[in-house]
DNA sequence: CGGGACAAGTGACCTACGTCACATAAATCA
DNA sequence: TGATTTATGTGACGTAGGTCACTTGTCCCG
């Protein structure tokens, strides 16, 4: 599946746009690869875009004050990444997105978005309803992050997401997930 | 300012909507009331109603099996609540919520929210960006829980909010910080 | 007014997790 | 290929926060 078909059948479950309300809506994306390692939004830039991931893994995380990093998201195929306060706010970015898997990614101006919300319904109503999504999912997490010790959300993230065990290192799951890797490697390894 | 001058304003804050398209979406609101201690929504319920806070405050949780509190939100006036995973998804309701101060609310069906954005172009676009927020701020919320300590958070959740000190009882708050009552009291008498 | 529920403080003790230090092992690149 | 990162495991030890038990204070409401 390439990357136009890919973004279609992402759409179509959330809404119904017609073949040309989905090409004009496809030809404002920007058709970018990145490498393994590769920075894609590092904080203290402007931000503009967000991303529709095709291929590949990236991962949104923030750094503290002592450098410690915490990973907000790893997105995988048909999920979307940005530093959304700052995309929305049009302030400076807080969060970073790299590329931990060669990826190939759709990307999306703000302003475009707007235009396009702006002209086309249903792109609005996707864009409504795939927000719900993330605010759901989000709070989702929260709880999860609140109630379930450590060794459960390793295995409910792996459940989800085999593939991350062979592509992404333990200090990254690690980050994720808000433990130190030596608590995670301890998991498994008493 | 009454409930609907208030629901106007915020509105205004997110885009515009003409007068006649205001009383249209406010016409759909019931004006509700509850009094402290009412349940509001229970885990198991349909949901069919999301509740825009005039005055008062309620708060919506999550209860695990050990029947451990988990406060998600404490909604305050011009907050948005309700059990968005079951009223998007049309699911029994997993998280709770009741009332901790006598309250007037809105409240809005799902099926004339979405009759609404399908009719007031920017009845749409307000909801649209109403979530961005929420999710930005659900977004934070975790990172702040992953990254800052007990005292830290307590002290933010009190400068935002700081009626909360003197209408919710610290073992609510502990439940927001996701803390026991008694770590929550030695911050303070150590 | 008096009793029962709720709110809050506190001591004793336990446990999960963090930190630091070191040892390998695997991957990457010049 | 050989050298330098990067990833992972593991021991020793410290600390934040949880749990349980008990006490005291406060607020309703019949």
């Known amino acids: 599946m390439d990357a136009k078909e890919t973004l279609q059948a992402h759409v179509a479950k959330l809404t119904t746009l017609t073949d040309e309300n989905f090409d004009d809506f496809f030809s404002h994306f920007q058709h970018l690869s990145f490498k393994k390692g590769q920075a894609i939004i590092t904080a203290g830039d402007k931000v503009n ?82 927000t719900n999504k993330g605010y759901v999912a989000a709070q989702n997490r929260l709880l999860s992050v609140m109630n379930n010790n450590v060794k459960y959300r390793y295995e409910e993230l792996l459940k989800q997401y085999p593939e991350l065990y062979n592509i992404v290192p333990k200090n990254l799951i690690a980050a994720y997930l808000g433990v130190s890797r030596e608590t995670l490697s301890r998991l498994y390894n008493p």
């Open 49 to 130: 875009c967000e991303y529709f991931v095709i291929s590949g893994c990236l991962k949104s995380f923030y750094v503290n004050d002592d450098l410690k990093m915490f990973i907000l998201q790893f997105a995988m195929p048909t999920w979307w990444a940005s530093d959304y306060k700052a995309l929305y706010s049009e302030s400076p970015a807080t969060i970073n997105i790299d590329c931990i898997a060669d990826a190939q990614v759709l990307c999306l101006t703000n302003e475009d978005r707007e235009q396009l919300c702006e002209n086309i319904k249903n792109v609005e109503r996707f864009f409504r309803l795939r």
